[in-house]
């Protein structure tokens, strides 16, 4: 059972009518405050996150562009139901470079023994339609990688595999260079 969201907490900093549409800088669409908030919640498991940007969707672009400034110093991974929603929701603004860092704070599955890449397998079929197609083919590679690197019996390849094919092939490529060269970010200065 999820908690209740205090929003009041929230709506201290955030302006359910305000509008970030037009020109100017990333930086100059909001205050050092609402940078710090967005930080604060892209570094959990994303679940509160998203939560904000349902009640407060008038910042889910503000938040999609600043997620690029995101590279998960804290070891919290992120809630793969939660991070398919928030994909879903910035699909729209959704830059390369945002989708590399919602995936780089994903579970890492590299060390999982085969019984768990089973159940893994297992939930991301079971939930398939419910996660966004980037998160499954995330993981489709991911579980790729870990059966080349491990040594398990061809059947169990064949039953891991047949169990991934529900994914259709990603048809876009998150590996381009769409960083920004100096990541000016003005109230870190």
Known sequence: ????????????FLDPKI??????SHWEKAN?????????????DLTELVRVLERFPN??????EHFRYSYSYNEIE???FAASKLLTMCEPYATNQFVRNVL???KKIEHYEASEIKEFVDILHANKDSL??????HYE???????????????????????LSFIPKANRDFTSSDRDKNLDIPYMA
């Open 1 to 12: 059972m999820t908690k209740e969201l205090d929003f009041e907490r929230y709506a201290k």
């Open 59 to 64: 910042y889910t672009q503000l938040a999609c």
């Open 78 to 80: 992120a809630d793969i």
């Open 19 to 24: 509008e970030f549409e037009g020109g100017g």
């Open 32 to 44: 050092k405050t609402v940078f710090t908030l967005l930080f604060a919640l892209m570094d959990q």
């Open 132 to 137: 966004n197609q980037i998160v499954l083919s």
């Open 104 to 106: 780089a704070k994903l």
């Open 141 to 163: 590679k991911k579980i790729a990688e870990w059966i080349d690197k491990n040594q398990i019996h061809l059947l169990q390849k064949a039953a891991i595999n047949k169990k």
